[in-house]
């Protein structure tokens, strides 16, 4: 029955891609009522401030990571064995 | 409330282990398996608060000292024993069980010791005990990483019995209670470099992904839940306060990350995720702050079991594929959906989704950070949230169990014990985020914070919402490769290979040429003095005494003419001795 549901859903890319559209609006919406009382610095009191902060961290360190790898740490599986 | 009838919960797993071959033999393998750490789950709440004072040598041993700090990490250890061991229900081999079981001890007596010599004894245990988990695999590969570990962590007991030694001499005593930061001097600093190796700090955490990685199934689960923790416990208890430890526990929070990013196997990628987690952990520590000290043990105690359960889920799918690399897997969720829909709970709560255990235990360790205005550390610790959720929340369950590409496997559902254990642990995670209460009610000082505030929640959810956007852009850059990527283990795997090279070139050419020499000329004055020697004793020293030498030895060559070494000369002889006394008793 999950089997059957999730395949439902991994046919209708484009339904999933609205829904996920929509939560992101929902939370950027539920950002504006927050109680900002315990706020830790001023990045706190910004609206949608950890909105970029996720954004901007999750695709720099894909590109500093992947890059990275790519330049300098990657090696054949069987590197030691050499 | 206190009994008066207990045991030490390392104890009872010792004999435990020790006990098994023979359930084994009596056909109760399974049931001994489980009902051994469930008496030891229920039964930490019967323990006094100090027990088993020994002096010895001089020395005064306590094997059991209880207090709040040690109490949630007894809980988190014995329920983890209990799901580790269901978990590995369906192994026949009682080895890889007494290991296991051995290497609870080994944990359980470190958080009980209250003093150094007593956490020295079980953590050396927990090392030799964990290593046969690595090499029950039974893989080259697995025999290889399992002596690597073995050398490291002798290398890391070295140097805290080191510390303990110079401790002793400095105070005189080897209670082990917390060191202030002030007067620390460098017995206490080598103690804690002995702590941190097993907490898997950079640049001394390279043993932790090469060796889980390549453990059993079921022995890479227990693995991931004592070492790193345990040693959590030792610097929560010994080293608290210490700001070091504050920079190096957020460095290891984006390290570990940041090769769960790049990493393929997927027990890897958990296996340097770990040292990310513990690294929230260490950073609490350093952070020393009331607060902080609850939310390094609440995170503990969260991240043992939703890091268990992925290694479980990942460790289903080990055992039903033969395969744990990304860019072999794909589109399993076919076959083995409860195996998924677990590994996603735990992956969901390692990421801290509300109304998960992650949730309600790592936002304490940020909030300690920001309530002591430490804000680069704040910001670390953030950013590895984001790279949690990128690596384990979403490329890890994505590449696995859907994927851009079917696998082409059909594999069965893990077997039935599996799934209950990963039931149990991935239950614990939604129950903990549902009534965080039942883990804020054990922690060792007074909780006065609550995280389903709006604020909170709000950050929350921009976090991971916006992570996965991130992901979403960037989904075909982070397609897994078949490749390993170069850590700081670098320094001893290839240190290991010159230093190979130069015994086997230039100390064997030199100790061969040594030898050569010796053989043509030392040997030959050796023997030459030898029998200078030899003439010297015989013909002057007996000469100068009265020739008894010479007397003896003559003697001996008679005697030896009657001792023909034939057993029928001698019973003859002895019958006819027989014959003489009797004649002569007769006769006289």
Redesign the interface.
Same mark, same amino acid.
Request: aromatic content about 16%; cysteine-free.
């Given at each position: 029955m999950i089997v059957n549901f999730l395949t439902y859903l991994r046919e209708r890319p484009t339904f999933l891609k609205w829904l996920f559209i929509a939560y992101l609006a929902f939370a950027v919406v539920f950002d504006f009522f927050a109680d900002r009382h315990h706020a830790h610095f001023w990045g706190d009191h910004l609206v949608g401030f950890w909105a970029v902060f996720g954004l901007v961290g999750c695709l720099a360190m894909i590109v500093f990571c992947k890059g990275l790898s790519h330049v300098w740490l990657e090696r054949d599986k069987d590197h030691y064995d050499k | 409330m206190t009994s008066s009838i207990f045991m030490h919960p390392a104890t009872m797993f010792i004999i435990g282990a020790l006990l098994l071959p023979l359930a084994k033999k009596f056909n109760v393998q399974k049931v001994w398996l489980v009902l051994v750490p469930l008496v030891a789950f229920i039964q930490i709440k019967y323990l006094p608060e100090s027990f088993g004072s020994v002096e010895w040598l001089g020395f005064d041993l306590q094997f059991g000292r209880v207090d709040r700090l040690t109490m949630v990490f007894l809980h988190v250890f014995t329920l983890m024993a209990l799901i580790g061991s269901l978990f590995g229900l369906h192994v026949k081999e009682s080895g890889q069980h007494v290991a296991a079981w051995l290497y609870v001890a080994g944990s359980l007596g470190t958080t009980l010791a209250g003093d150094y010599l007593t956490v020295f004894i079980f953590w050396e245990l927990m090392a030799f005990a964990s290593v046969f988990l690595i090499w029950y695999r039974k893989r080259k590969r697995s025999i290889e990483a399992g002596f690597r570990y073995l050398l490291v962590h002798t290398f890391g007991g070295l140097v805290l019995l080191g510390g303990i030694f110079l401790r002793y001499q400095n105070v005189g005593d080897l209670t082990f209670e917390l060191i202030s930061v002030d007067h620390a001097t460098l017995a206490d600093y080598l103690i804690m470099i002995g702590f941190m190796l097993n907490a898997a700090v950079p640049p001394i955490h390279a043993w932790l992904p090469d060796a889980y990685p390549e453990a059993t199934v079921s022995g890479a689960v227990f693995m991931c839940a004592f070492t790193t923790k345990t040693a959590v416990y030792v610097l929560a208890r010994g080293f608290a306060g210490f700001e070091t430890l504050a920079i190096m526990g957020a460095i290891m929070t984006l390290y570990g990350?940041? =090769?769960a990013?790049?990493e393929n196997d997927a027990r890897r990628i958990l296996a340097y995720h770990i040292v990310s987690q513990v690294g929230y952990m260490v950073c609490a520590v350093g952070i020393g702050t009331e607060m902080a000290i609850n939310g390094a043990s609440a995170h503990a105690y969260a991240h043992i079991l939703y890091k268990a359960l992925l290694f479980m889920g990942i460790g289903s799918v080990l055992e039903m594929t033969g395969r744990s690399k990304l860019s072999e897997l794909g589109g399993l =969720?076919?076959y083995m959906?409860y195996s998924m829909?677990f590994t996603v709970i735990g992956g969901i709560a390692i990421s801290g989704f509300p109304l998960t255990s992650g949730f309600i235990s790592k936002s304490m360790i940020i909030?300690a950070a920001?309530?002591n205005?430490q /804000?680069v550390i704040?910001?670390m610790l953030?950013?590895a949230a984001?790279?949690t959720f990128?690596s384990v929340g979403i490329k890890l369950p994505y590449f696995v169990f859907?994927g851009p590409k079917d696998s082409g496997l059909t594999p069965d559902e893990a077997p039935w014990n599996m799934q209950v254990a990963m039931g149990i642990a991935a239950f614990m995670c939604i129950f903990l985020g549902f009534y965080p209460d039942y883990l804020y009610d054990m922690l060792p000082y007074a909780v006065h914070y609550h995280p389903y $505030?709006? =604020?909170h929640? $709000?950050?929350t959810?921009?976090? /991971?919402?916006?992570?996965?956007?991130?992901?979403?852009?960037?989904v075909k =850059?982070?397609k897994p490769? *078949?490749?390993?990527?170069? *850590?700081l283990d670098w320094f001893y795997?290839?240190g290991a290979v010159w230093f190979m090279w130069v015994a086997n070139k230039p100390v064997s050419a030199t100790n061969e040429w040594v030898s050569n020499v010796y053989q043509n000329i030392g040997l030959r004055l050796t023997m030459a003095l030898a029998r200078a020697l030899s003439w010297f004793d015989w013909e002057g020293i007996d000469w100068a005494l009265d020739g008894s030498a010479r007397g003896a030895v003559k003697g001996g060559e008679q005697v030896r003419q009657f001792q023909t070494g034939k057993l029928q000369h001698y019973i003859g002889a002895a019958v006819a001795l027989l014959f003489i006394v009797l004649i002569v008793v007769v006769l006289v």
């Open positions: - | 990350v940041a =090769y990013v790049i =969720y076919k959906p829909i909030a920001g309530n205005h /804000l704040l910001s953030l950013l984001v790279g990128l859907f $505030t709006s =604020y929640l $709000t950050e959810f921009h976090l /991971l919402g916006f992570t996965g956007l991130g992901f979403f852009i960037m =850059y982070l490769h *078949d490749v390993s990527n170069l *850590d795997r290839r």
